[in-house]
């Protein structure tokens, strides 16, 4: 078992910045790729970024690339997103995914943290 909690959320104006934190316990020897996600109200959950535990690998979003950069600490067995330039449209509930087989499913949630811009 994997256990994900996230944080850094809140409330900020357009243009602002944050960072997200996602904190993995348990069996985090097993996980292979973490990553970021977002659903909005009314919408699908949809991917923001990825980063591969051991190689460092990352995959971005087109919709957010240029905006956010992802980065992990193992030793901490810690992800963020950091966000920069946000836009009202980034208003959305951020989660944090795990997977623990090669090319395999995210098979691990968070439990969400809120992330709301205003204009």
């Known amino acids: 078992q994997v256990q994900l909690v996230e944080s850094g959320g809140g409330l900020v104006q357009a243009g602002d910045s944050l960072r997200l934190s996602c904190a993995a316990s348990?069996?985090?020897?097993?996980?292979?790729?973490m990553g970021w996600f977002r659903q909005a109200p009314g919408k699908e959950r949809e991917f923001v970024a990825s980063i591969s535990r051991y190689s460092g690998s990352t995959d971005y979003a087109d919709s957010m690339k240029g905006r956010i950069t992802i980065s992990r600490d193992n030793a901490k067995d810690t992800v963020y997103l950091q966000m920069n330039s946000l836009r009202p449209e980034d208003t959305a509930v951020y989660y944090c995914g795990a997977q623990t087989r090669v090319a395999g499913p995210y098979n691990y949630w968070g439990q969400g943290t809120q992330v709301t811009v205003s204009s």
């Open positions: 348990g069996r985090t020897f097993s996980v292979y790729v």
